[in-house]
C-alpha cells in the first residue's frame, strides 16, 4: 500500500516503538524547516494485517497533532512487506533525509551490527538522521560537525552549515587529527629522524581545518563558526562536545582504506553512544 508523492522529500521508518516516534517528532521539525513533504514508511512482514495500517495512521494523526494545518507538511505513508533496510534503501534513492530511531547504548564501544540504522549508514542513497529514544539535544545549543583533514567530510561539513542557518545556530566544527593522519609539513618542521614538531602538527592542523571551513563559510556568512583542533580519540572528542549540542553531523565512507576505516569507526561509534540527534553523510 503506497500514498506517496512524487518527492517524498524526508522519509521516516516507522513502527510504533518510543523510538520510532522520537523519529517522527524530529523529523516533523525537520520537514518544517526545509518545508518540505514527509513520508512515513512502516516495513511490515509479508501477510501481516490489519496493525502495519493502524502504525501508520496513528504515526499520522502524530504529525497532525504536532502542527498547525497551516504549517503542515504533505504527508504520505508507505506500507512495505519487506524487511527495513532494503525498505528504507529504497526510499532513499529519491528521498532528501532519511530519519530512523534508535535505542542509544550509552557506550562508544558498544555495538549493535545488524541494527536497522547500522545497516542504513552504509547503503542508503541520502544522509541518515539517527534519533535516539533518549535523546537530550539543547535546544539552543550549536551543531556539531566532525572534519577529517581529506575531502571526504565535505558532504557533512555542507549539510552542518546548511543546518546551522536554518536553526541559527552557532557551528562548532571539530577536527582531531590523529597519528595515523598527521597533516604533511615541510621538513624544517621536523625537529629530527624520530621526532616531531607537535606544535607545528597543531599549527598545519589548525591550517586544514581553516581550508576545509572556507568556503562553506564564504557561501554561509550568516552562520557564527567555532573551530576546534584536538589530538586523537576523535569519537570521545565528539561525544563530549554532543552534550551541549543539538544536533551532530558526521561522514561515514564507503571507500575503504586506513581514512576509511577511521571515519567509519567514528561514525559507528557516535551513532551508538550519543543521545543527540545525529545526521550521517556518506562519502560517496
Known amino acids: 500500500m503506497s500514498d506517496r508523492v512524487m518527492n517524498p522529500g524526508i522519509v521516516v521508518g516507522i513502527d510504533g516503538s518510543p523510538q520510532s516516534n522520537a523519529a517522527v517528532r524530529w523529523a516533523v521539525r525537520e520537514a518544517t524547516m526545509r518545508n518540505a513533504a514527509l513520508t512515513l514508511v512502516h516495513a511490515a512482514a509479508p501477510g501481516t494485517v490489519g496493525a502495519p495500517r493502524q502504525v501508520l495512521a496513528d504515526a499520522v494523526e502524530m504529525v497532525e497533532n504536532l502542527t498547525d494545518e497551516p504549517s503542515r507538511p504533505p504527508i504520505s505513508t508507505e506500507l512495505a512487506h519487506k524487511p527495513p533496510v532494503p525498505t528504507l534503501v529504497d526510499a532513499s534513492a529519491t528521498a532528501d533525509l532519511v530519519v530512523v530511531g ?11 551490527p545488524g541494527s536497522v540504522s547500522a545497516g542504513l549508514v552504509h547503503h542508503t542513497h541520502c544522509p541518515v538522521a539517527i534519533i535516539h529514544d533518549a535523546a537530550t539535544a539543547a535546544a539552543q545549543g550549536p551543531v556539531l560537525v566532525g572534519i577529517c583533514g581529506s575531502p571526504t567530510s565535505e558532504p557533512a561539513t555542507a549539510i552542518a552549515f546548511d543546518e546551522a542557518a536554518r536553526r541559527g545556530a552557532e557551528l562548532v566544527a571539530l577536527y582531531a587529527w590523529t597519528d595515523a593522519e598527521i597533516p604533511d609539513l615541510p621538513p624544517r618542521e621536523w625537529t629530527g629522524l624520530t621526532r616531531i614538531s607537535w606544535p607545528a602538527l597543531h599549527s ?36 563530549e562536545c554532543a552534550q551541549s549540542a543539538q544536533l551532530v553531523v558526521v561522514g561515514s565512507n564507503r571507500r575503504g582504506g586506513l581514512a576509511g576505516m577511521l571515519l567509519g569507526s567514528v561514525c559507528n561509534a557516535v551513532v551508538r553512544a ?3 540527534p545525529v545526521i550521517i553523510a556518506a562519502a560517496l
Do not use: S
Open 102 to 112: 534508535c535505542r542509544a547504548q550509552g557506550t562508544v564501544k558498544r555495538l549493535l
Open 204 to 239: 598545519a592542523a589548525e591550517k586544514t581545518l581553516a581550508e576545509r571551513l572556507a568556503r562553506w563559510q564564504d557561501r554561509y556568512p550568516g552562520v557564527p563558526v567555532r573551530q576546534m583542533v584536538v589530538v586523537n580519540r576523535p569519537a570521545e572528542h565528539l561525544l
Open 274 to 276: 550519543v543521545r543527540t
